[in-house]
């Protein structure tokens, strides 16, 4: 149950008017801070009331990942600039927390599910609305006159097309589990939050549907046989997609300019290969953003704060793998296995999300928004309660592969440089 006491009414609150936002477009609302105080009312309860859990390697690869975006802004001689890092990425951190710790059942996931999907669904239709109108109900306008935006975080049609394919999988998922009134709903949602996908006319969100489609067939079919399966799958993206994507190629101009960007990205970890140039500070040297979170993260953070930003990417990507890929425990009653299936079944909820997210935002500089680090809070909720229920559940930790994070981290510096020059060659 929820009451006014408990860090957990604060916390569902917080997510609604994040991705809402009425405080932005209602009269007698605007301007007040009712997202600080919702978030600091409810770090208060979470952190004197809530019993908390810190088993997960990213309880500390997180705040560490903060400290490196800091400290990559004061070795360029800005300090107060790593103080303002410092204060802008803090929400992000005890969101994190309170998320991961307090999520710990299978009830109060699906409650987050249900929050998410809810609020998705008012911006599906805002969008929606707005296709029509030409501008929506909060005052947001078209992008380019024609691709839907929202407010706050969600203001560019790339952002909120990356919002809604990673919530997309909850309200299915919800709809399973729903009587045949709320089921038709939760349907209902799920077609709008598509058709709004489609209204941001987002090329790297079809990629990224196309990515959680492919994700969807091996799970279900093998991998054998999804290659047969997933053109089927794949063909009604291909055919209703964005208009967009008929200009997609190397040499299209918003393409060669993304190349351009991520090769400037790699000379800029070059010049300065620890601490880069300095959270948030790539544009000053471009002139645009670096139109990929990979490259984005390595070009400001330089290798070390990349390291241990991939870290937290690779190790929740893991726990989903490995709490999806394992069966019950040998000899379990029928109830712990309902119980385990209940669990791998968010868990797979999660990774299609995750997929879709990661798709998104390899052409997208989203390296630090937060609905990357909620959607992470979230796995590593799901894996904790894995780990409460199942003694026998193997722990996935950062110092087992940290060998393997040094290798991985190179690896993928260099292979984006062989991508950038090969797309190059090209243009």
């Known amino acids: 149950m929820l009451n006014p006491t408990q860090p957990y009414f604060y916390l569902l609150a917080y997510l609604t008017v994040l991705y809402i936002r009425p405080h932005e477009f209602v009269p007698g609302f605007i301007g007040l801070p009712i997202l600080p105080v919702l978030l600091v009312s409810a770090f208060v309860f979470w952190l004197f009331r809530q019993p908390k859990r810190f088993e997960a390697s990213q309880f500390w690869l997180v705040p560490v990942l903060m400290v490196a975006m800091s400290l990559s802004v004061v070795f360029t001689g800005w300090i107060g600039g790593g103080i303002n890092v410092l204060s802008d990425f803090a929400p992000v951190v005890m969101l ?5 710790t307090s999520t710990d059942s299978l009830q109060r996931m699906r409650q987050i599910f249900l929050v998410l999907s809810a609020c998705i669904t008012v911006i599906a239709w805002h969008g929606i609305d ?3 109108k030409g501008i929506g109900w909060t005052g947001a306008q078209l992008s380019q006159e024609t691709r839907i935006t929202y407010l706050g975080f969600l203001n560019d049609p790339n952002d909120l097309a990356m919002a809604l394919v990673m919530v997309l999988p909850m309200i299915l998922q919800l709809a399973r589990h729903f009587g045949l009134l709320l089921k038709l709903a939760s349907w ?18 079809v990629l990224a549907m196309g990515a959680m489609l492919l994700l969807y067939g091996i799970l279900r079919y093998g991998v054998v046989k999804s290659v047969i399966v997933l053109p089927i799958l794949f063909a009604p993206l291909i055919a209703l997609g964005p208009s967009r994507m008929a200009d997609m190629s190397a040499d299209e101009d918003s393409a060669e300019g993304r190349i351009e960007a991520w090769y400037e990205g790699v000379q800029l970890l070059i010049m300065r290969p620890l601490f880069g140039v300095g959270k948030g500070l790539f544009a000053d040297h471009h ?3 670096a139109h990929n979170s990979f490259v984005l993260a390595f070009a400001e953070l330089g290798m070390i704060g990349y390291f241990f930003w991939l870290s937290n990417i690779v190790i929740s990507w893991l726990m989903l793998q490995r709490l999806v890929l394992m069966p019950a425990a040998a000899g379990a009653s029928a109830e712990e296995t309902a119980q385990w299936d209940a669990i791998r079944e968010n868990a797979r909820t999660l990774w299609y999300g995750y997929v879709g997210g990661l798709v998104s935002a390899f052409f997208l500089s989203r390296s630090y928004v937060v609905i990357l680090y909620l959607h992470i809070a979230l796995i590593v909720a799901i894996y904790q309660f894995a780990r409460a229920q199942r003694p026998d559940f193997p722990a996935i930790t950062w110092g087992e592969r940290k060998g393997r994070m040094v290798i991985f981290t190179i690896g993928s510096v260099v292979g984006m440089w062989l991508l950038t020059r090969v797309l190059l060659a090209f243009t």
Request: charged share 5%.
């Open 96 to 100: 994190f927390y309170m998320v991961a």
């Open 130 to 132: 707005q296709s029509i």
């Open 188 to 205: 209902a949602a799920a077609g709008a939050v598509a058709y709004a996908v489609y209204l941001t006319n987002s090329r790297g969100s």
């Open 287 to 289: 002139g645009l953003t």
